[in-house]
């Protein structure tokens, strides 16, 4: 049975004036969601440009480091022999043996690579299209020449910077995974 004057619908309704009330809460709600994913680009874009510098100050440190390290050697390899064969050196056989282990252990190329990515990882950041699969690449390739110094220097002192860095990147690749 019907209950009359219990339920009560309204036939004539003003669509147009409908309309702009929901067109109106949309607007609002897209310029709010715009807002809100503009904060939270450029709150990302900070957090990797920090890691980014992290990892820039590790490498310089690693540079200067590197660079001390054949000298250390040297100096080491020296004691040692004098110690063993009590003061009969052969320079050339020294000299011989710095320059196997300076061959094996030289990562200037890969300090230049990482630098070299690391400016452009920079200069692609700046770009306003889309970026995110670029940066996911540049960042493999910093991975690779991270991990290539660390497996080539024979230093604890790289290697600590190293975990450093690794950790930092870890941190990119993280929020990389948030850009489109």
Same mark, same amino acid.
């Given at each position: ?5 219990v ?39 900070k ?8 990892i ?15 000298k ?11 110690e063993?064969?009590?003061g009969?050196?052969?320079? %050339?056989? +020294?000299?011989?043996?710095v320059? &196997?282990?300076?061959? #094996? /252990?030289?990562?200037?190329e890969?300090? @230049?690579?990482l ?17 995110g ?20 220097? %024979?230093? +604890?002192?790289?290697?600590e910077? &190293?975990?450093?860095? #690794? /950790? ?5 690749? @993280? ?6």
């Open positions: 049975a019907k209950a009359e004057g339920i009560s619908t309204e036939t004539d309704r003003d669509g147009e004036k409908f309309w702009k009330h929901i067109k109106k809460q949309i607007e609002k709600a897209l310029k709010d969601f715009h807002s809100s994913k503009e904060i939270e680009g450029k709150e990302t874009e957090h990797i440009l920090d890691c980014l510098s992290k820039e100050d590790n490498l310089d440190k690693i540079r200067k480091n590197s660079k001390d390290y054949m250390v050697f040297e100096e080491k390899l020296r004691n040692k022999i004098n063993l064969l009590e009969e050196i052969d320079e %050339n056989r +020294i000299l011989h043996e320059g &196997i282990v300076a061959s #094996k /252990t030289d990562i200037d890969e300090i @230049e690579r630098s070299s990515h690391l400016k452009q990882f920079r200069k692609t950041c700046k770009r306003k299209e889309a970026i699969r670029q940066l996911e690449f540049i960042s493999q390739e910093m991975n690779r020449e991270i991990n290539t110094i660390g497996s080539k220097a %024979n230093s +604890i002192k790289i290697s910077l &190293i975990i450093e860095m #690794k /950790t930092e990147l870890e941190k990119i690749k @993280e929020q990389l995974r948030n850009i489109e």
